[in-house]
């Protein structure tokens, strides 16, 4: 699998390679985190959340990782699939409820056959 | 259950004019928000309402403005429209600190 230490607007992988999508976060008060998946001409989908008191949360062939040192989030997506090819993006909330989410710049995430 | 509805889908305005776009949340979620998406942006929050009150606004102009219903349904009006106002407008509804659930947004182009 790829993986990225920094955020990249674009990632490519192979079909059936594992996908690591990263992220930073901004607000160190933040107690909930999403992933976003967003295919072209919809809104956002939910694909994985996680809050702060974890630091891993499985789904089914994705799993989120938190590092609260370094206010850092990834999603890995293991056997990528032709399905899984559009934007990623990360969410924090921060905290309370009552705010809104705040998004990162979102990954596109391009599979090749 | 149905997801987030919002209506129109597409709409074409003139600057100068103002528009309304509207959501209807999940079945039972009372919290609504509004989020603006460019290209040059992303995603970034307008506002939340909650039974009825704006609890959160984010950093847009006076233009923005928005409301909610007793039945939850909410709409979002945009005066004086300016060229960069053009983009995807996407509402969300959710339960209290879970995930939000989005509407397939409005494509607003100012013209």
């Known amino acids: 699998g790829e993986s990225v230490g920094l955020h990249l607007p674009t990632l490519s992988v192979q079909e059936g390679d594992n996908s690591i999508i990263n992220c930073a976060y901004s607000?160190?008060?933040?107690?909930?985190f999403i992933w976003y998946k967003q295919e072209s001409g919809k809104g956002p989908q939910f694909i994985i959340d996680?809050?702060?008191?974890?630091d891993k949360r499985q789904g089914q062939r994705v799993t989120v990782l938190l590092n609260k040192t370094v206010k850092h989030l990834s999603l890995q997506i293991a056997a990528t699939q032709p399905g899984d090819s559009a934007v990623y993006f990360c969410?924090?909330?921060?905290?309370?409820?009552?705010?809104?989410?705040?998004f990162g710049k979102g990954t596109h995430l391009i599979i090749q056959p | 259950k149905a997801g987030v509805t919002q209506t129109p889908r597409y709409l074409i305005k003139t600057r100068g004019q103002q528009v309304t776009l509207s959501c209807s949340p999940i079945?039972?979620?009372?919290?609504v928000s509004w989020y603006q998406q460019t290209p040059g942006q992303g995603l970034q929050f307008l506002f939340e309402?909650?039974?009825?009150?704006?609890?959160n606004k984010g950093n847009f102009p006076g233009r923005f403005s928005g409301r909610q219903f007793s039945n939850s349904r909410s709409e979002m009006n945009v005066s004086t429209l300016e060229l960069g106002d053009s983009a995807l407008y996407l509402c969300?509804?959710?339960?209290?600190?879970?995930?939000?659930?989005f509407g397939q947004g409005t494509r607003l182009t100012v013209v």
């Open positions: 607000n160190s008060a933040s107690d909930y």
């Open positions: 969410a924090e909330n921060s905290g309370g409820g009552a705010d809104g989410l705040t």
């Open positions: 996680i809050r702060s008191n974890m």
């Open positions: 969300a509804s959710r339960v209290a600190n879970t995930e939000a659930f």
């Open positions: 309402y909650f039974s009825e009150t704006q609890r």
């Open positions: 079945s039972g979620h009372r919290s």
